[in-house]
């Protein structure tokens, strides 16, 4: 099954052992990747589109809300921290 030719395409292809791959020092794109995934795959565009309007000076909410629900999917023992690695700003706490 390994040594199977690849099927005919207009372009040209690689061959892969599916059995031989391995995932060494994944970047966290990855997991943003995933969390989109999940994001459309539980249709949150269709549920919140309606409940957030952009503001009047046209900020996107939604790609907002898109932002801070996928840093805390991915890092959910930090509330601030998508504050300090994207804006740059010192959060500190009482």
Do not use: I
């Amino acid at each position: 099954m390994d040594d199977r030719p690849a099927p005919e395409l207009a372009c040209e292809g690689v061959q892969v052992r599916l059995s031989e791959l391995s995932l060494h020092h994944p970047r966290q794109f990855s997991g943003c990747w995933l969390a989109l995934r999940l994001w459309d795959q539980l249709d949150l565009d269709g549920f919140w589109a309606e409940k957030l309007r952009p503001s009047r000076k046209g900020t996107p909410w939604l790609n907002v809300l898109k932002g801070l629900v996928c840093q805390r999917w991915l890092a959910p023992g930090s509330e601030w921290r998508l504050h300090r690695q994207w804006f740059g700003v010192r959060v500190e706490t009482a």
